[in-house]
């Protein structure tokens, strides 16, 4: 990589390997911009890569420092029950599971009624969770806003990508 003259590395793994790579790519003294996976957006790899990381870019799909209620809420019980922050995939599993309790609420233990509302696009259209709105495309992609993230001081900065997904008939 060294001798290829990079003008950035793009780095796509889990927290504590991105790290164990980063500070190799510092230790060659390759001093060139970073780019990373959100599974970097994590204390684990903050803690491992250090000084290192400084101005490492990311993208994550909602943002964990947000005033939401909701979010301030799980974050906290979270921290009581598992003595961590959770993750980007915690909150999106917590969501999920709410998306699932609502609708077996809704339609009884009747797997296939959950299931004509867990897949019905506009039961859950808006759906407000601990990550924001949920906004589904018709290919059940979400849609909602994604959120750049820069490490700077040892914190993720995270900041409403200027980028508007085109409506999708």
Known sequence: IKNSNPDGILIWGNPKESALIVN??????IEVPLF?????????????????????VTTCQYNPKSDNPKLKAFKKKYAERFNMEPDVFAAHAY??????IESIQKAGLNRYLIRDLLTDLETFQGYEGVTGKLIIDNAYNDVGTIYMARLKEGKFGFYPSPLKVPEID
Do not use: K
């Open 36 to 56: 990373a996976s959100d599974r970097t957006v994590s204390p684990v790899f903050i803690a491992i890569a250090g000084e290192n990381a400084e101005g490492l």
């Open 95 to 100: 969501d999920g599971m709410n998306i699932i």
């Open 24 to 29: 190799q790519i510092r230790e060659l003294g």
